[in-house]
Nanobody, 118 residues
Framework: QVQLVESGGGLVQPGGSLRLSCAASGRVFSINAMGWYRQAPGKQRELVATITSGGRPNYADSVKGRFTISRDNAKNTVYLQINSLKPEDTAVYYC????????????WGKGTLVTVSS
């Protein structure tokens, strides 16, 4: 069994910052890409950012310059630093990771809620 557990969400005022974390645990042989997605109320889940096993990031245009993805391979953990938060960033943020031994399998966390409101 593999689990992804997110943390760090909460209520923050516009312009504020948060740092999300996601740790993989269980039968984690190897992790390929990791990433963050989000789903706002009434909308489809969308890509926020991904990062390769070598540390190369990729961002959605809507978050470039404000969000930073990073990972600690020794801790099987991916982070998302979110700055200059806007009300439209309000969503449930989900962690994703490709984990496997002989082949990659997609795993998802249960999500952490980020609410941006004054």
């Amino acid at each position: 069994q593999v689990q992804l557990v997110e943390s760090g969400g909460g209520l923050v005022q516009p312009g504020g910052s948060l740092r999300l974390s996601c740790a993989a645990s269980g039968r984690v042989f190897s992790i390929n890409a990791m990433g963050w997605y989000r789903q706002a109320p009434g909308k489809q889940r969308e890509l926020v950012a991904t990062i390769t096993s070598g540390g190369r990031p990729n961002y959605a245009d809507s978050v470039k310059g404000r969000f930073t993805i990073s990972r600690d391979n020794a801790k099987n953990t991916v982070y998302l630093q979110i700055n200059s938060l806007k009300p439209e960033d309000t969503a449930v943020y989900y962690c994703n990771a490709e984990i496997g031994d002989l082949g990659w399998v997609d795993y998802w966390g249960k999500g952490t809620l980020v609410t941006v409101s004054s």
